[in-house]
């Protein structure tokens, strides 16, 4: 049955359909980019504020190294194991309610680190975190989907991820600062306060797609039914797996960097102060970004061979840098470690390739499911090197802060080498059908035969 026109209540679909493409793009578009962008920032933030405060938690719990690394394993652990949960409920309820929903808990989860009077309480807090920041990235990258134009979405996407990061200045700066100035449960309480002021916001004022105020719900009806005939339509688009293996390689060093044992590396190898730290792993930030913008045009320009080659170039530099930086005794000269943070600095924007081979593998009704297949990758690999380097720590003697040698670091951050060599093999083998996928869709977009 046609639609009818001029009838109350009913929706010209093709009329419908012109708005949302006139909006796609536009000022209201990245209004709403921007509103999501703030829960990924504060999600980011609560992320990383393990890693500048990891010092003052070891001192405050009176943790071990491997302690200390169950508090950011748990939390990657747990984000890993709810991607395919939470990407079934972006395509249920969209991403206004989830990234409101993910705000939520980690609010709760940094008001359970403000006072948790035992070190085992603050794990389950940084699980929750972990449970709350699973829902936000991938609904932002469904969100940016559904607001822009297709050839616009690397380039957004990798905005999306990298300007995302710059939540990690905030645990870096300002996080650090207040918790000097009135201590560690203030400070967490402060951030739990936060999160649910952005919550608010969010569910109030965030669309998601054009031509709507918030989500009709009926997005769900373009589902297969039930949760494992959906999980098997993803999975089976090699560009999923593919995106995987992409998130797997490349996101667990600049993770682990920023998240945990940056500022005890370059404390104990690099002889940096705490000052110096900080601002290297700042600069680092801000070359996430510089690697994003560059990236997503290669990716937007080059689908085929540009984003195989930022993948492989990407990983390939990390190998080779940190091979040159664990097998001689620190401090190291400048010009290595700087070229060491351009090369762990371009990991996040490489992973940023995995959704691009997702998107253009699958329909946007299975997309936020697919996405959080794809995001759990990296999650898993950060989260296994994690605390790969705290048990290697402990099993040198390196149980505590005041134990760390340069030596004992340089061994335990070896542990990253296994991840790439998985994690390349796994691209190498999914990537001749991925690209197959790719060019299928971009002949059917020149044909004008894709829809979204």
């Known amino acids: ?67 200390l ?26 991403p206004r309610r989830l990234i409101s929903a993910g705000c939520v808990l980690m609010s709760a989860g940094q008001t359970l680190l403000a006072f948790a009077p035992a070190a085992w309480m ?11 920041d699973a829902l936000i990235f991938i609904s932002a990258i469904r969100l940016v989907a559904a607001w822009f134009p297709v050839r616009r979405l690397p380039l957004m996407n990798q ?40 919550a608010v ?31 098997a339509v993803a999975a089976r688009q090699r560009g999923t797996i593919c995106g995987f293996w992409v998130h797997f390689t490349n996101v667990f060093s600049n993770s682990m960097m920023n998240s945990l044992w940056g500022v005890p590396f370059l404390l104990t190898v690099e002889r ?55 097998t001689t005794s620190g401090p190291h000269p400048f010009w290595l470690t700087a070229t060491l943070l351009a090369a762990v600095s371009s990991g996040w924007p490489a992973a ?33 090197v994690m605390l790969g380097v705290g048990v290697l720590l402990d099993m040198q003697g390196a149980s505590s802060p005041t134990l760390y040698t340069d030596h004992a670091m340089r061994v335990a951050l070896l542990a990253q080498y296994p991840l790439w060599i998985v994690g390349l093999v796994g691209f190498a083998l999914m990537l001749p059908a991925t690209l197959a996928a790719v060019r299928r869709r971009y002949a059917d977009i020149s044909a004008g035969r894709w829809q979204d």
């Open 201 to 231: 916001c969010v569910l109030l004022f965030l669309a998601d797609r054009p031509g709507t105020a918030r989500d009709d719900g009926r997005a769900a009806a373009r589902h297969p039914a039930g949760i494992w005939p959906s999980i």
């Open 159 to 198: 905005l999306t991820g990298q300007l995302g990061s710059f939540g990690q200045l905030i645990s870096i700066y300002p996080f650090v600062w207040l918790m000097n100035l009135t201590g560690w449960s203030a400070a967490f309480a402060a951030a739990g306060g936060i999160g649910m002021m952005i």
């Open 352 to 384: 940023g390739v995995a959704f691009d081979y997702v998107r253009d593998s699958n329909e946007s009704g299975n997309l936020g499911l697919a996405t959080g297949i794809a995001n759990m990758g990296g999650s898993f690999s950060a989260s296994i």
């Open 272 to 326: 940096y102060t705490r000052q110096q730290a900080s601002a290297y792993l700042g600069a680092g930030i801000v070359m996430c970004a510089v690697w994003a913008v560059v990236f997503g045009r290669i990716a937007g320009i080059h689908p085929i061979h540009g984003r195989a080659l930022i993948v492989y170039g990407s990983s390939g530099a990390q190998m080779i840098l940190w091979a040159a930086v664990l």
């Open 69 to 94: 690394s169950s508090f950011v394993y748990l939390q990657l652990f747990v984000y890993a194991v709810m991607q395919i949960p939470a990407g079934l409920l972006l395509d249920r309820y969209g």
């Open 122 to 132: 603050a794990v389950i807090g940084r699980a929750v975190v972990g449970s709350g």
């Open 1 to 67: 049955m046609g639609t009818e026109r001029g009838l109350p209540g009913r929706i010209d679909a093709a009329s419908v359909s012109k708005e949302r493409d006139a909006q796609r793009g536009g000022i209201k578009a990245y209004l709403m980019w921007s509103l999501a962008m703030v829960g990924y920032l504060f999600a980011m933030a609560c992320r990383s504020s393990m890693s500048a405060t990891g010092i003052q938690a070891a001192h405050h719990f009176h943790t071990t190294s491997t302690v």
